[in-house]
């Protein structure tokens, strides 16, 4: 059974940091390409950072770029967002999910995010 559990999200002041961290169990996690997603109140679910299985390629929406980093530890099957700098619009659900080729299939239950002003 595959589960993917997040954590670290909390309440912050804006120009805070958090990182959040997402623990895999009942996969390969080596083999799968790890991405966050945020959905924000009465927002459709969006697309926040990737990263590939080999920690090579990471990509970023514009919206976060310069702000955000995402790493994975394979020996810990385990996924890091680092999030700097953070504004009030950034406060959200964050979702982390695996997958490959752009198809994620494992998710997992969402920590909240909340930046005040």
């Known amino acids: 059974q595959v589960q993917l559990v997040e954590s670290g999200g909390g309440l912050v002041q804006a120009g805070g940091s958090l990182r959040l961290s997402c623990a895999a169990s009942?996969?390969?996690?080596?083999?799968?390409?790890m991405a966050w997603y945020r959905q924000a109140p009465g927002k459709e679910r969006e697309f926040v950072a990737t990263?590939?299985?080999?920690?090579?390629?990471?990509y970023f929406a514009d919206s976060v770029k310069d702000r955000f980093a995402i790493s994975r530890d394979n020996t810990r099957n385990t996924v890091y967002l680092q999030m700097n700098s953070l504004k009030p619009e950034d406060t959200a659900i964050y979702y982390c999910?695996?997958?490959?080729?752009?198809?994620?299939?494992?998710w997992g239950q969402g920590t909240q995010v909340t930046v005040s002003s």
């Open positions: 999910t695996a997958g490959s080729s752009g198809v994620y299939e494992y």
């Open positions: 009942g996969l390969t996690f080596s083999n799968y390409d």
């Open positions: 990263i590939s299985w080999s920690s090579r390629s990471k």
